[in-house]
């Protein structure tokens, strides 16, 4: 668990980060694979949502309401991406900090 003196910040969920700091410390060096995934998975989804709200305006949807709603969408998904991201990287964070530690004491 977390201690005292590290404070995470606002937008890093405890439980993400502790679910991250496990994998990376279980799994060894999978950061440039979880990364990749995540990065992949962005691409895909955003794609999707603006190719969806293309085609829609393309068969005459109106563009207001279309307009507005694929931007909500693809703002609030990128927001969990971006909160996802910034958890693994405080998750990395955290377990370089604890392996420096650990080989200070030895």
């Known amino acids: 668990m977390m201690s005292q003196a590290q404070r995470r910040p606002w937008y890093c969920r405890d439980d993400v980060v502790d679910e991250y700091k496990q994998t990376l410390t279980t799994g060894g060096e999978k950061l440039p694979m979880l990364k990749a995934l995540k990065i992949i998975r962005a691409i895909v989804v955003n794609v999707g949502i603006f190719a969806i709200g293309a085609y829609s305006l393309y068969l005459g949807g ?23 991201y910034r958890a693994l990287l405080q998750a990395y964070q955290e377990v370089q900090a604890e392996a420096g530690t650990n080989d200070q004491e030895d």
């Open 62 to 84: 109106d563009p207001t309401l279309l307009g507005i709603t694929v931007l909500m969408v693809g703002g609030a998904y990128n927001g969990l991406e971006f909160s996802d």
